[in-house]
Every structure is written in C-alpha cells, then in structure tokens.
C-alpha cells in the first residue's frame, strides 16, 4: 500500500525566502511521485512529477523537487517565494499494483508574507 | 485549461434533496475520478470508473452514486443531501494505461447545502 505525508499544514515565508515543502512518502513498489497546486476556487494543477528518469525534477513556476530514495522523501522547493505562490499544495503517490490508485496528503497552505 | 469540464460551477440547494455533477474528461482518457474536498475533510477519493466500469472505491457514502457512459463523460449523484454533504467536488481523468501518468482535475462544483 501506498501512502504520503506532508509535514506541516500551514507553511508561511516571506517573500523572496526559500520554499520548502515536506512531503514523506510510504510504497512498497518504485513510487510515482507528484506535487499539485490548489489557487484559491480553482481546481488542483500539477506542478511536477517524477517517473525514475532523474531525481531532481523541475517544474513549472521555479519549483523543483528531489526524490531521496533512502529517505523516501520527496520535498518541494522553489529558491525564491513570490507573492503568487500562495497556494495549497498537494503531494501524491501512485505506484502499480492496487488499482494503481493515487494517494494524496493532506496538503500545506503556502502563506507568503510581504 | 486541463481539458476536464466540470458543469455545474456552483449549486445551491437544500437538505434532502439530490443533485447531479457531471464531468467530461480529456480527449482520448478513459479514466475519471471523483473527489470531494472540504475544509475539515480535505481531499477524498470518492469512485474511479475506467471505460464505462467502476474501478476503485473510496470514501463514497451509501447515498453517492456515479456512472460512466459509452462517451466517456461520468455523472455523480448526490441524494438525500445533509449540511456535511457541502463542499467543492472534483473530477479528473488520467491518460489510460501509464502508471506514470498524472491526473488532469476540473475546476471543481461548488455544492452548497442549506
């Protein structure tokens, strides 16, 4: 069974600050990973994934994220917080076997402070 | 624009009656999903239909229905409405038969129970 983690409900920075969303995940098989964004009364939006062809993914909007195998961690940063990224933002797992079923956190609020 | 239509928006209506969602997913997938995501809920998994048969099962309380028809588009039925039945309903679709493939969500209908 799969399973992730996100640590810490709310996250606030201020802007232009380091970005750092913690996201543990839990799979018995190779995991799919994805990072989603929520904007306020919008639908979820993928922000990255990892699919095994390289560690360190890049996404849209400057974020990035590392798949640590030994620390079955896959967190999301972006060097520089703007404005615009306060969001929701959700991590996801999805692997073979078990209906190849997507399993999401429970998501952190991005505040970004001025 | 994802691709996924979600119809309708927003709708407001009173306990004990029932609605209809419907969702039209990405050209060519196969897959849809249903999600509802509440304040104190967050994000559940509800139903997963592929071409037309009900895949997985989530969280989908007895008085929750969905279908999926020959041209693909799937309808989530709500009756016998409560207050706790209030809450943003997503649907998605998946590309079929890739593991590694991501969900593509819908903006979402906002269901606001009275």
């Known amino acids: 069974a799969q399973s992730v983690t996100q640590l810490g409900s709310h996250v606030s920075v201020s802007e232009g600050a380091l970005v750092l969303l913690r996201c543990n995940y839990s799979?018995?098989?190779?995991?799919?990973l994805f990072w989603y964004v929520q904007y306020p009364n919008q639908g979820l939006q993928l922000l990255l994934k990892?699919?095994?062809?390289?560690?360190l993914v890049k996404g849209i909007n400057g974020f990035e994220a590392e798949f640590k195998k030994s620390e079955t961690s896959f967190h999301l940063t972006k060097p520089s917080a703007h404005m615009s990224d306060a969001a929701e933002y959700f991590c996801?797992?999805?692997?073979?076997?078990?209906?190849?079923?997507?399993?999401f956190g429970t998501g952190t609020s991005l505040t970004v402070i001025p | 624009d994802s691709g996924v239509t979600q119809t309708p928006k927003h709708l407001i209506t009173a306990t004990g009656q029932r609605v209809t969602l419907r969702c039209s997913p990405r050209s060519g997938d196969l897959s849809v999903y249903w999600y509802q995501q509440s304040l104190d809920q967050g994000l559940q998994f509800l139903i997963q239909y592929y071409n037309g048969e009900e895949r997985a099962k989530g969280n989908i309380l007895e008085r929750f229905s969905a279908q999926q028809f020959p041209d693909l588009h799937s309808e989530l039925n709500l009756s016998s409405l409560e207050l706790g039945d209030s809450a943003l309903y997503f649907c998605?679709?998946?590309?079929?038969?890739?593991?590694?493939?991501?969900?593509?969500f819908g903006e979402g209908s906002r269901l606001t129970v009275l």
């Open positions: 996801a797992v999805r692997a073979e076997g078990g209906g190849n079923q997507f399993y």
């Open positions: 799979s018995s098989v190779p995991p799919y």
């Open positions: 998605a679709s998946s590309v079929s038969g890739r593991v590694s493939g991501e969900l593509f």
């Open positions: 990892y699919t095994s062809a390289a560690t």
